[in-house]
């Protein structure tokens, strides 16, 4: 059981024995008064702040404890966590949560909620040339296609998607300002600003991919899985996504391929695309019915 943070006043001075840190203000302990406890489900790795005070707890269930508080009286504290669950993908997980004296409040940060808020960043690898080529080619991009790269980074599918492949329009979306500087004056270089858009941007945030025929991503699996039901919703019938290297969770892509380029992780050489066959579905495999 860990202790929460505690005021630093003598009348606490037992508790302040286990903790130094300020957690709640403007307490004073007496006997009528009762701690409250939170029950915190994490990553087992994440690292955990409460109302910006770091905490040395570990593990996947974490229990922490307030000092006295006044009963009949709500109280809150916000609790932040923050994992890496490999080299590439950073989460962070906030919640608010509510505690009156002597009760138990429990909370589930187990997991990221891109429609609470949370948020999942990808660090950015270039899409090497051999691969951009052959997923536009995979897409079948042409002269009627709007193509959104969703993570976009130096803009390098968007720009190859209307230099190359003569598509309509290209949209690209990150959250790096400084890829998107890039992009911009990559696009003015080779003269194709007319053509393509760059825009910082949450891409679990996007709201128009109703005007894309092709999406292109470059992300994580778990990004794709949280991307999906947007993807669903907004895309229409007959729009493609391909997708280097990582899934679309228990959606299976229609074609794979292997791009030939030197990389020693395997999954690096593949492209996946899927097409959506009607709105807000997915592709269906055919059953047939089991033999009685």
Known sequence: MIGFPLLRRAALALIL?????????????????????????????????????????????????????????KYHYTLVAEWKPNTYETFTVARTVHVEAGKIAEEDMSKADAKRGDKLVIIYVPTPPEVVEAMLKLAKVGKDDVVYDLGCGDGRIVIAAVEEFNAKHGVGVDLDPERIAEALKKAKRVGAEEKVEFRRQDVLKIDDLSKASVVTLYLSDDLNEMLKPILLKQLKPGARIVSHRFRMGDWKPEKTEKVPIEHPIADEKLIHLWTLPKKGGEKKEDKKPADK
Do not use: C, I, W, Y
């Open 17 to 73: 024995a286990l903790s130094a840190m300020s957690f709640v203000r403007g307490q004073t302990a007496n006997s009528q008064r009762l701690s409250a406890t939170v029950v915190l489900r994490v990553h087992p790795d994440a690292k955990v702040t409460v109302d910006g005070h770091a905490t040395k707890s570990t593990g996947s269930t974490r229990r922490f404890v307030s000092p006295p508080l006044e009963p009949g009286k």
